[in-house]
Structure formats: C-alpha cells, structure tokens
C-alpha cells in the first residue's frame, strides 16, 4: 500500500512517501498543536499539495516525472480548519537495491506566518513609498550608517547630477563627492577635501 510517515516539529514534517505520492497514514503521536492545523492524509503531491502558478505546476511536474530531488518548491494544502497553508517542500527520490523508483523522503515546512509577515511588510513598503512620492517637495532619507533608504522621483529630478547613482543603499558621502565634481557646491574653502569634510560634519550633526 501507499504510505507516508510525517513527524512534525516546529513546523517542520518529515515525510516519506512511495511511487504514487499520496500521504496516507500520519503520526499523529509525535504531532505538535500546528500541526493538527494541517492534515495530509490522502493527499496528493502536485494534486493536493501544489504550487499556485501553472507555471511552477509544471516545473513540479517535469521533476516528479524525470524523478529529481525537489528543492524548496512553494505550494498550498488545506488545513483542517477549512483555510490554506503554505509548505516549502524538498525532498530527495528514492531507489530500491534494483534501482526501481520507489517516492520520496523529505521535508514539508509551513511558512504560512513567515510568508504573512513579509506580506505585511512589503505592502507596508509600498505604503510607505506611495506616501514619499506623495509629497510635493523633494525628499531623501538616509539610515543609521548614512546610506540612502528611500527617495522620491522629485528628489532625483531635482539633483540630475546624481540621478544615476541614487538608489538604496548608496552612501552620503558618495552622493557628496560626485555633487561636488559637477560644481554644484561653491564653498569658500582651500581644498575639495575641506568642502567634503566640512559637509559630511553638517549632514551629521544639522542642529549645530
């Protein structure tokens, strides 16, 4: 008969299944409260637990079929209390002393909060980015360690000069120095350096 074994632990579930992929036996013993969220018995690989897009569908497919390891393919399974959870699923084939295709064993791990939480903070993100480009003035924002973290369109229009080089993750001080070469700042000072020094000082410290 068709069977696999699941242990779960912290999300993580163990399987074990034969030729036709379908689960039909779990552990309930060694199952943990999430676990009882999800249930795989009678399920199917690439039927009942399958990725969302045809397209990842039939990459599954190609892979099941030619019998390869299967590498962190996303997929959906409904749980027990009629909703969907997500599994990363990974698993290696396994042969017989013939060398006779007889399943698989690996790992189902439900990432549904993990995913729901970068969910949340990418449509943050994009609130966020909607609010900046929002505002009528230019605006930059840098981080701790002055690097760039956000900027709006108006922003980059206004400084053209660095229109190229501004992205996330960019320096201050580069900003600067590249402003500087264009002659967009004309300070009194002796030296070029003088200049960078005296303005990286004022970007730090604003108030004083």
């Known amino acids: 008969d068709s069977c696999v074994t699941i242990v779960a632990k912290r999300g993580v579930y163990i399987y074990s ?14 199952a943990t409260e999430g676990a009882m969220r999800l249930d795989f018995q009678g399920k199917r690989l690439l039927g009942d637990i399958a990725p969302d897009s045809e397209a990842d ?14 590498r962190h393919k ?14 990363a ?4 084939p396994r042969f017989d002393s013939h060398a006779n295709f007889i399943g698989y064993r690996g790992t189902f791990t439900d ?14 993100e994009v609130l966020l980015r909607d609010a900046i480009e929002a505002i009528p003035d230019a605006l930059i924002l840098y981080d701790a360690a002055d690097k760039v973290a956000l ?25 600067l120095r ?16 003088e200049t960078i020094a005296a303005r990286l000082q004022a970007h730090k410290n604003p108030s004083a």
């Open 151 to 175: 900027f709006n369109d108006r922003h980059r229009k206004m400084f053209p000069s660095v229109s190229d080089i501004l992205a996330p993750g960019v320096s201050y001080e580069e900003i």
């Open 17 to 30: 299944v034969d030729a036709s992929r379908i689960v039909v036996r779990v552990n309930d013993d060694e």
């Open 178 to 193: 590249r402003q500087i070469s264009s002659g967009q700042f004309q300070d009194n000072l002796e030296s070029r350096e």
């Open 111 to 124: 990432l549904t909060e993990v995913l729901a939480v970068q969910d949340r903070a990418e449509r943050a």
């Open 89 to 92: 699923v990974n698993g290696l």
């Open 74 to 87: 996303l997929c959906s399974i409904g749980d027990t209390l009629g909703g969907k959870r997500r599994v």
């Open 57 to 70: 569908i039939a990459a599954c497919r190609e892979i099941l079929q030619s019998q390869q390891a299967i």
